[in-house]
């Protein structure tokens, strides 16, 4: 199982990263335990935010001697919008800004991850998805995918 503190410097790395390329594109980031924590969390932000979970976890046991722990991640770009506010135009201009810095981030993930100082294999699957009006009224992106600890 992924450590706590670990993961939360792993999260603040890629938004570093990010940022360096995209000049300052994601406000900050939110590790939280579960959807009411990241709601209290994020309430009043404005700007774009990395958000996350904590990794839930299985523990795959091939036998006594051999076992893998996957680490189950989701990733969330959110950004405070007024729901309906925005035409069609400024939605899509909205929502591709944010692909951009997702596809960033998709791309550290599955690239800069095993040259890191973290001890985890890059995912093999990230399910990507679309957000409107979620956790209190944020849309963006979210990536689902596992991390596995290197043994």
């Not at 960033?104 to 985890?120: A, F, G, P, Q, R």
């Amino acid at each position: 199982m992924i450590k706590i503190k670990e993961f939360r410097e792993f999260v603040a790395d890629i938004r570093g990263k990010v940022n360096a390329d995209m000049e300052n594109a994601i406000a900050g980031t939110i590790v939280a335990v579960k959807e009411e924590h990241l709601i209290k969390k994020l309430k009043d932000k404005d700007k774009l935010w990395l958000c996350s979970n904590f990794p839930d976890a299985d523990d795959i046991v091939e036998n006594r001697d051999s076992y893998n722990t996957n680490n189950h991640v989701l990733f969330f770009l959110l950004e405070k919008v007024s729901s309906g506010q925005q035409n069609d135009e400024e939605e899509a201009e909205f929502y591709e800004r944010i692909q951009e810095v997702m596809e960033k981030v998709k791309e550290l993930i599955k690239t800069d991850i095993t040259s890191c100082s973290y001890s985890y294999k890059a995912p093999k699957n990230i399910k990507t998805e679309w957000e409107y009006n979620i956790y209190g009224g944020f849309s963006g992106m979210s990536i689902g995918f596992d991390l596995k600890d290197y043994d």
